[in-house]
């Protein structure tokens, strides 16, 4: 029988790299696409790690494959942003041992903060692209993405979204390919590009994605389907799911390449059927190029180039089915929290109470940003915080920025702070920086960092010391502060934004979901002391709840951190089991 | 060609993956095409969460569509509401009677809904309500309160027992398979 297991997209990459006999890996983590690079760590045969930030990721790769092994690289759509100056121009070197850049796109922003389409990437950079419909093709894509890049002498690009990246199907696994890693030569005129190079490679590279359009008109990974020739689907990625589905009559061509496109493929298919659409989530990519080469063909007119797709949205839009959907009536939302017992609520309660405002960054604080606290003014992409309270301290004046703060976590000042506060002081700023150390990369699911002590691999390494780092570049002004110590953090936060030059508060805690084993005991609210001034509520705290006109702590919940007990004055919170009469 | 239908909505942190993957891959052991569908990231913060299960003899998409779940189990009674339109019309409603007061609730910009399981048997022609945590507290251990909900969800559904009690054996930590056999119980007997 073979061996067959139900998995993630993101676990049949790492099955797909680990048959493909991948011998580095590297990421940095961003949902939809962590879990890729912690599944591949659980493979002994790989080396894997986790990157500071995705050009740092990238240029390891690179590193990797122009050494010989064939190598994986992984990150969210954003995470390609800031990948992008190597990307382009690994595009114009090449490889040596085969190099797929895995990335991740959100339709609907499930995890994100905006829903850019990578396929724009893949055509900016002249890179092959292809892109899998569920978790077996995965695999097999991936370990085909590997074979077009050594045969083309390319990186290859593998797109997926989140509802493959997150969707488990089953996948049949096979054994791994043994590799020996590709002989290094140095070779000048193909790894330095300066313009003398890049030009003769440029040439190169459009050769080569000449040759690999001519060869996807045969790849195995675009399929056609005929049925009825009243209606053909061209169609990528999960939404040739919902079209399985939702058009089970129609013609269907399936590309398993999304760049270059196989124009004689498509061609010859829009001739054998009546009516063309193109069904892609988010862009119309493949619809524009379709056109431009004058096939007649229906898509964003009646698709929306936002969020997901379902077999209902294109019953609907194509099948002309009206399916009279019900739709839930208005409820309370239910946004996501800062957990109880979380370091950063804390923080936000101080920064509320001092009236200051946040430039802000992303990551779990970022939930600060909603209320109870909305403590937080601006939150542009990873690393901003710092930069853009710069920026608006030197259009407005130091006494602006006295209200001002700025909030940033650990694993994020570690990925794109550092200039930013190197900035604040070359050019003479005085803004206050916070960074919020919870020990961990807490929104994506816990990943260690160069601040934690551990490499992917679970191994103890060298502590990123954040306070001999930011006094090193500069800031005179350092100081530690626990963020459960409320007048510690008020007295920092007071004194720090007074301060007529730039400034470092590290407010550290360990994430309340770390350590598992901890005992918690919880608060309670003791109802003949309770005013019910409500303060206790300010922290925006899951746990504590008013039912029937009283104050209550959900015990089921409750961490035991004690910030709801620091902020009553009247005494009235008190952890269970301690006797506070006498 | 049918294809089964199962939601399970609840709270990001109440273990809904968990009681979702043991379902797909009892599917697949007796010897189905599986799909799932999982919230990670964000949502998993506290947020409203949902899983999709399918399986049949080939599933394409790993999405439940409006109108079509056959099961929806809810670990949370305002879960249940919000999810509702999906369940199809003679499709059965599995509500946990635990209430998580969301943010707009405890800020007091919202109401958390009143009379909510008379709502849901206005609207759905099966309910069935459980209070999965007292259970839970009762055998020693609220986190189990997942397993007494899989239980009434085996109950419903044409799996036989026996392979229900098998794969949470092979599922669990090996202390805990007595509590969470009993919890299952429970469930199944509600
Ligand atoms: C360029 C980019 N890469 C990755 C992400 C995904 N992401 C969102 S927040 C975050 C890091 C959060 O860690 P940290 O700053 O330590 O804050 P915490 O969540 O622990 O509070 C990551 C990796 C992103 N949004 N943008």
Redesign the interface.
């Given at each position: 029988m073979m061996n067959?297991k139900?998995m993630?997209g993101n676990e049949a990459v790492a099955r797909g790299a680990y048959e493909a006999g991948v011998t580095v890996a590297v990421a940095y983590p961003g949902?939809?696409s962590?879990?890729i690079t912690e599944f591949i760590a659980e493979y002994d045969e790989i080396y894997a790690e986790w990157g500071p930030n995705e050009k740092v990721a990238m240029e390891v790769a690179i590193g990797s494959a122009i050494a010989g092994a064939r190598t994986l690289v992984s990150m969210k759509h954003v995470g390609l942003n800031v990948a992008a100056d190597p990307l382009f121009t690994v595009s114009y070197t090449g490889i040596n041992g085969g190099l797929v850049i895995m990335v991740a796109d959100d339709p609907g922003m499930?995890?994100s903060q905006n829903e850019q389409d990578s396929r724009y990437y893949a055509k900016a950079a002249h890179i092959p692209m292809l892109e899998p419909s569920?978790s077996q093709e995965t695999k097999e894509f991936v370990k085909k993405a590997f074979e077009i890049s050594e045969q083309y002498d390319t990186p290859v690009m593998v797109r997926l979204t989140t509802?493959v990246s997150?969707?488990?199907?089953?996948v049949a696994l096979e054994e791994r390919e043994n590799i020996n890693l590709r002989e290094y030569q140095k070779d000048f005129m193909k790894n330095v590009m300066m313009p003398g190079m890049a030009r003769l490679k440029h040439v190169v590279v459009e050769k080569r994605m000449k040759d690999i359009a001519a060869a996807s008109n045969t790849m195995i990974m675009n399929t056609i389907e005929i049925k009825s020739t009243k209606i053909g689907v061209i169609t990528s990625g999960?939404p040739y799911?919902?079209v399985?589905?939702s058009l089970p009559e129609a013609s269907i061509l399936k590309l398993g390449i999304v760049h270059p496109l196989p124009r004689k493929l498509i061609e010859d298919f829009a001739k054998k059927v009546e009516v063309l659409y193109i069904i892609e989530e988010l862009e119309p990519i493949i619809e524009d190029e379709v056109k431009s080469w004058g096939i007649d063909c229906i898509g964003k007119d009646i698709l929306t180039v936002q969020g997901e797709y379902?077999?209902?949205l294109i019953s609907e839009r194509i099948g002309e089915q009206d399916?009279h959907?019900?739709?839930?009536?208005s409820?309370?939302?239910?946004?996501?929290?800062?957990?109880p017992g979380c370091p950063h609520r804390g923080v936000y309660y101080i920064l509320n109470k001092l009236k200051k405002h946040a430039s802000g960054d992303i990551g779990?604080y970022t939930?600060g940003a909603?209320?109870?606290l909305q403590g937080m003014d601006t939150c542009v992409c990873m690393g901003a915080s710092i930069s853009m309270l710069h920026g608006m301290e030197k259009a407005r004046g130091k006494e602006f920025v006295k209200d001002w703060v700025a909030v940033i976590g650990d694993s994020t000042f570690v990925h794109s702070g550092i200039t930013g506060l190197v900035d604040i002081v070359y050019n003479k700023g005085a803004s206050t920086v916070m960074i919020l150390d919870n020990s961990t990369t807490g929104?994506?699911?816990h990943q260690d960092n160069p601040a934690t002590g551990l490499t992917l691999k679970g191994e103890a390494t060298s502590v990123l010391n954040l306070v001999e780092l930011t006094k090193s570049v500069g800031i005179k002004r350092v100081r530690v502060v626990n963020p459960f110590n409320l007048k510690e953090v008020e007295e920092a936060v007071k004194e720090e934004t007074a301060a007529l030059e730039p400034s470092v508060i590290i407010a550290s805690a360990a994430c309340e979901l770390l350590d598992k084993k901890r005992v918690r005991i919880p608060f309670f609210i003791d109802e003949a002391v309770c005013k019910k001034c409500g303060m206790c509520?300010k922290l925006?705290c899951?746990a504590?709840?008013?039912k029937d006109g009283n104050y209550q702590i959900?015990d089921?919940i409750c961490s035991g951190c004690t910030l709801c007990s620091s902020v009553c004055k009247f005494g009235a919170i008190s952890k269970v089991g301690e006797n506070h009469d006498n | 060609m049918t294809i089964n239908n199962i939601l399970v909505v609840g709270?990001?942190?109440q273990g809904t993956l968990i009681t979702s993957?043991i379902l797909?891959?009892l599917a697949?052991s007796l010897g189905h095409?599986?799909?799932?569908?999982?919230?990670?990231?964000?949502?998993?913060?506290?947020?409203?969460v949902v899983t999709h299960i399918r399986y049949g003899e080939k599933?394409?998409?790993?999405?439940v569509?409006?109108?079509q779940a056959d099961i929806i189990v809810s670990f949370e009674k305002?879960?249940a509401?919000?999810?509702?339109?999906f369940l199809r019309e003679d499709g059965i409603m599995l509500v946990n009677t635990q209430e998580?007061?969301?943010?707009?609730?405890?800020?007091?910009?919202?109401?958390?809904?009143e009379d909510i399981i008379l709502k849901l048997e206005e609207e759905c022609k099966n309910v069935i309500s459980i209070d999965a945590?007292s259970r839970a507290k009762e055998l020693g251990n609220?986190k189990v309160a997942n397993t007494v909900l899989l239980g009434l969800l085996a109950k419903n559904m044409s799996i036989p027992k026996e392979n229900w009690i098998e794969i949470i054996k092979t599922t669990v930590p090996e202390k805990t398979i007595e509590i969470n056999v009993a919890a299952f119980e429970s469930g199944y007997t509600a």
């Open positions: 067959k139900l993630l949902t939809p962590t879990e499930h995890s569920d509802r997150h969707s488990q199907s089953i999960v799911q919902y399985k589905e379902s077999a209902n399916l959907l019900s739709q839930p009536k409820l309370p939302q239910r946004p996501p929290v800062m957990c779990c939930l909603l209320p109870p929104m994506t699911g509520m925006g899951p504590i709840q008013k959900n089921a | 709270v990001g942190g993957r797909g891959n697949m095409d599986v799909k799932l569908s999982e919230v990670h990231g964000m949502a998993q913060r506290g947020g409203s599933v394409y998409s790993p999405l569509e409006i109108g305002l879960e509401l919000r999810w509702k339109h998580i007061d969301p943010m707009p609730v405890i800020i007091g910009t919202s109401t958390y809904p945590l609220i």
